[in-house]
């Protein structure tokens, strides 16, 4: 029993860990119909930032880990933003383009953290709460784990309460059904694209510096090997949806950890569910048919 | 004479790098209904989308003696241009109050109590998601996010499309009364309702103007009526469509 307890709490934090990067996707690809590879990169920066600043301010108290939070968030949601103003803005219904501009960003800024932080990878400090465990239902569950569902959690609640009750949340919903319909209302949909870039951003960074507890590291490669998990959540729960990303992510993430725990195949798992997946309902479990500008 | 408010001076428009318009040019008055009629696919709503630059497209447009033609879809909207899509296009997800806040344009917004009053219903449907109204329902939702602005011309593209007759006379009535206050430049198949509402026709074949005048000018001559829209005035009135 407490096996299944701390496989299914564990699995619930690596979902958490999914969702962080694949809500972004979801919501960019929904709006924009952007695939963005570089979304990685906005993960690795933001863990690269947190880690540097709990570096300078001593990285085992809780004011570090806060500020490093914040500072990941941030810094994530600033790449993104201006990832959007030079580099996508101008490749709108180019999508080849896109493709090759977001891959090409993405290998460019590992290349860059490598450079700037070598390839092998930097250990963080943390509260030393989150290397404790606590009992739960019998099973000892590391505490890092509800730091990372509880922080998804508020950014799933965030990115709903910012969908339903701001009038950007409102421009992004219709967006995602309709976006030629929202310009015909005579509204700039272009600022809508650059907000939810931010958010994405802004999710990803804050997933990069929880990762990097979770992983215990950081290293130029850490976004790119968490994005290839969160796209396949992105297109298992439905390009487009919010609800659909974190469904999936909860699904993926514990169905990884048993069939990592149970038969050491938790990666082929995931794959053959999302063959499943898209057999069955080739759209995602919540994704539904686009509207094209 | 009032000066027109729209000017279209050889506009031409592309899909795919296909020709859909092609050289077209007329005005629309300052007031009333101008409508725009032709057999299916000869343009109308190809032209309309054109002006709104939905599309790519080339040509002179004048709005209010301003041209708008190198503008963006938002920014010609913002200048006072209301759209009702052919098909509606209501977005499904959001409420009825919802697609009426979305299209909301700031201090333009003064039109809220006539669209009350003209749609009740949407009133009481406000909480409602609009995917889940009636054709005809959508229909109101779409042309009612038209009116809840201060608009300089409203381009109409087939509102009584798919409707039930009795629906199609509330559209039109509202439409006459949306015509007291602002100029129309109408699409529409249904020629009793174009006759009801429109002063001006002008009529496209193949992507160019081949007839422009009043609009009895044209309903009141069968033989040209047959020839231009392909379809028979009296049988269009007689059977209700």
Not at chain 2, 161 to 167: H, M, S, Y
């Amino acid at each position: 029993m407490s096996t299944v307890v701390l496989l299914a709490v564990t699995g619930l934090g690596l979902g958490a860990l999914y969702f962080l990067v694949a809500s972004g996707l979801s919501l960019i690809y929904g709006l924009m119909g952007v695939l963005n590879f570089a979304h990685g990169s906005f993960l690795t920066l933001g863990a690269f930032a947190g880690f540097e600043l709990t570096r300078r301010l001593g990285g085992d108290s809780w004011p570090a880990f806060v500020a490093s939070l914040v500072l990941g968030a941030a810094v994530g949601a600033v790449a993104a933003a201006l990832t959007e103003l030079l580099l996508i803005r101008r490749l709108y219904e180019r999508h080849i383009e896109q493709v090759l501009v977001t891959v090409g960003l993405s290998l460019a800024t590992v290349a860059l953290f490598e450079g700037i932080w070598g390839s092998d990878p930097s250990y963080v400090t943390a509260p030393a709460w989150l290397g404790e465990t606590t009992q739960l239902l019998g099973a000892r569950i590391p505490n890092d784990r509800f730091v990372l569902i509880g922080a998804a959690a508020l950014v799933l609640l965030g990115i709903v309460a910012f969908l339903r009750f701001t009038r950007f949340g409102l421009i992004i919903r219709a967006g995602v059904e309709n976006r030629a319909m929202v310009t015909a209302l005579g509204i700039d949909v272009r600022r809508a694209f650059t907000v939810v870039f931010a958010i994405g951003g802004t999710a990803a960074g804050l997933g990069g510096v929880l990762a990097s507890h979770y992983f215990g590291y950081v290293s130029p490669h850490l976004g790119g090997s968490l994005l290839i998990f969160a796209f396949i959540v992105t297109v298992i729960g439905g390009l487009g949806s919010l609800a659909g990303a974190a469904i999936a992510s909860v699904a993926v993430g514990v169905l990884q950890q048993f069939a990592n725990f149970y038969w050491g195949v938790g990666d082929l798992v995931v794959v053959l569910l999302l063959a499943g997946v898209l057999l069955l309902r080739p759209a995602g479990i919540l994704g539904k048919k686009k509207v094209q500008a | 004479m009032t000066a027109p408010v729209l000017v279209v001076d050889g506009l031409s428009a592309r899909i795919a790098g296909q020709q859909v318009v092609e050289e077209v040019s007329f005005e629309v008055a300052a007031t009333g209904v101008t409508a725009l009629l032709g057999r299916n696919g000869v343009g109308k709503t190809s032209t309309i989308r054109a002006l709104l630059g939905l599309i790519e497209r080339a040509g002179r447009v004048e709005l209010a003696g301003e041209r708008i033609d190198q503008l963006p879809t938002h920014r010609i909207v913002q200048r006072g241009v209301g759209y009702v899509p052919e098909d509606r296009e209501v977005f499904a997800g959001l409420t009825v109050a919802e697609n009426l806040r979305l299209a909301e344009r700031g201090a333009d917004a003064t039109g809220r109590d006539l669209v009350a009053e003209l749609f009740p219903e949407l009133v009481q449907r406000a909480g409602q998601s609009a995917g889940s109204l009636s054709g005809g329902q959508q229909q109101m939702v779409s042309i009612a996010r038209a009116l809840v602005n201060r608009n300089v011309v409203l381009l109409i593209d087939e509102p009584t499309k798919g409707l039930a007759p009795l629906i199609v006379q509330d559209v039109a009535a509202a439409l006459a009364r949306a015509a007291a206050t602002v100029p129309i430049l109408l699409v529409e198949q249904n020629l009793q309702v174009v006759r009801q509402l429109a002063d001006t026709v002008v009529v496209l074949e193949s992507g160019r103007v081949v007839h422009r005048g009043p609009a009895a000018g044209l309903l009141d001559d069968d033989a040209l009526t047959t020839r231009l829209l392909g379809v028979h005035t009296e049988r269009e009135t007689e059977d209700g469509r």
